[in-house]
């Protein structure tokens, strides 16, 4: 049973995480043989604030 986890900073509309839900769900059913009734996808969506690139929080202005 697949369980995928996507964190990002931000958020998506609905219907962008039917569709990345969509075509993650085919390609594990595709290339890795994995039934789509097994496969579990979660979206984690945090603000800008709670993540950080090169220690740099992404709301900080440049």
């Given at each position: 049973?697949?369980?995928?986890?996507?964190?990002?900073?931000?958020?998506?509309?609905r219907?962008?995480?039917?569709?990345?839900?969509?075509?993650?769900?085919?390609?594990?059913?595709?290339?890795?043989?994995?039934?789509?009734?097994?496969?579990?996808?979660a979206?984690?969506?945090?603000p800008d604030?709670n993540?950080?690139?090169?220690?740099?929080?992404?709301?900080?202005?440049?």
């Amino acid at each position: 049973m697949p369980v995928v986890t996507i964190k990002l900073a931000g958020s998506l509309t609905r219907e962008q995480k039917q569709k990345v839900a969509e075509e993650i769900t085919a390609t594990l059913e595709r290339h890795a043989g994995k039934p789509a009734s097994y496969t579990y996808i979660a979206f984690e969506e945090l603000p800008d604030e709670n993540w950080a690139i090169a220690g740099k929080l992404l709301d900080e202005d440049d």
